[in-house]
């Protein structure tokens, strides 16, 4: 099914890449977003759906000194969060913390808490760890996965171990397994890569060339979603990985980013520089394949994708699920247009 966007629209002044659901925020539906100018000074910005879900409010407004490649909301304090920036010449990631009051009416300074300054190369991304009120979050560069602990309170972060992938893997990103806090996996050129974080070690790898973004389906415990490049989007199941158990189209050019829904096993979101978001109908496991009511079986064989969000005139790239409305979510093109799109027509039946 192809469609246009009937979402409520938030443009940033410059242009942006990543967008994160404030998952700590248990009274609003709420998102923060960051811009990727390389000559101004960029902004993060603190987004609310407002209460009749009519429209999408700044209610905060934060100077950042450094392009924003990868911004990520604390999941237990909803004034913290960790962002990934360039500088021009190198890269960096530190967690900051939204000052109070604050409001969208003036540029308020941010407070950095810590930097995460153990790292020499291109850093990817940060992973907070998905378990309630743990301190742990892990930053990725090219080369290096680090361990690091948090104290907010002393405004400091310790690195707790740190462990190379090697010369032949460069890697890009990853996802926290929500079902074993000691379970990361990382996205590479040639693989995906499942590490023990009580040795730092591999455990386990899919060999898939390039693979842009994973997500884990948070309700079912051997699921992972993966993006390729050029090859569209696959169901893994953990317990058996030689092939995958469903594959889905992608894009029709570059799959960016995939992320599962928090609540609906079967809905899967995806990106990409098509310029679009597809909203797929997949089976959550091999098992699970002919499961469920005879309408929505034959909907997944005849065409898995629901629909396709297509009011965009740049690539997508950030994506973010909201989990407190899990029927909504929120992407963000590069042209720095943030729109929200509820999925409730498409709501698997309970």
């Known amino acids: 099914m192809q469609g246009g966007s009937s979402g409520i629209g938030y443009g940033l002044k410059y242009q942006a890449r990543c967008i994160s659901d404030v998952k700590a925020d248990r009274d609003h539906t709420s998102f923060l977003t960051g811009t990727l100018s390389l000559k101004e000074e960029n902004e993060v910005h603190l987004l609310r759906l407002s209460s009749g879900g009519s429209e999408l409010l700044c209610e905060g407004l934060f100077s950042h000194p450094n392009e924003i490649w990868d911004l990520a909301s604390c999941p237990f304090d909803q004034r913290i969060f960790s962002t990934v920036f360039s500088t021009g010449e190198s890269f960096g990631a530190a967690i900051w913390q939204i000052p109070e009051p604050y409001g969208q009416s003036n540029s308020s300074t941010l407070e950095c808490v810590a930097s995460l300054d153990a790292h020499v190369g291109k850093i990817n991304c940060v992973l ?8 742990k979050l892990i930053s990725m560069d090219e080369q290096n996965l680090v361990l ?11 690195v707790l171990s740190k462990e190379s992938a090697g010369m032949r893997h460069s890697l890009s990103g990853g996802a926290w397994n929500p079902h074993d806090v000691n379970s990361v996996a990382a996205t590479s050129e040639s693989s995906i890569q499942f590490w023990d974080l009580r040795t730092m070690k591999k ?14 389906n948070l309700k079912r415990e051997h699921i992972l979603v993966s993006a390729d490049d050029e090859s569209g989007i696959h169901l893994w199941d953990l317990r058996k990985t030689k092939v995958p158990v469903q594959e889905l189209p992608g894009h029709t050019h570059w799959t960016w980013a995939v992320r599962c829904n928090p609540e609906y096993e079967e809905l899967i979101l995806s ?44 690539s997508v790239y950030g994506l973010a699920w909201s989990s407190r409305e899990p029927w909504i979510f929120a992407s963000l093109s ?17």
């Open 128 to 135: 907070w760890c998905p378990s309630g009120n743990s301190d």
């Open 148 to 158: 690091w602990s948090l104290d907010s309170s002393k405004k400091s972060a310790e």
């Open 203 to 216: 455990a386990i790898s899919i060999e898939r060339a390039h693979v842009r973004n994973v997500d884990y």
């Open 271 to 314: 990106v990409g520089t098509d310029s679009a978001v597809n909203l797929w109908f997949a089976s959550a496991s091999s098992e699970n394949k002919t499961s469920g009511s005879p309408v929505e079986a034959s909907r997944q064989r005849v065409n898995p994708l629901l629909n396709s969000y297509t009011d965009y005139e740049d």
């Open 334 to 350: 590069y042209d720095g247009r943030v729109v929200i799109e509820s999925v409730k027509p498409f709501l698997p039946r309970r």
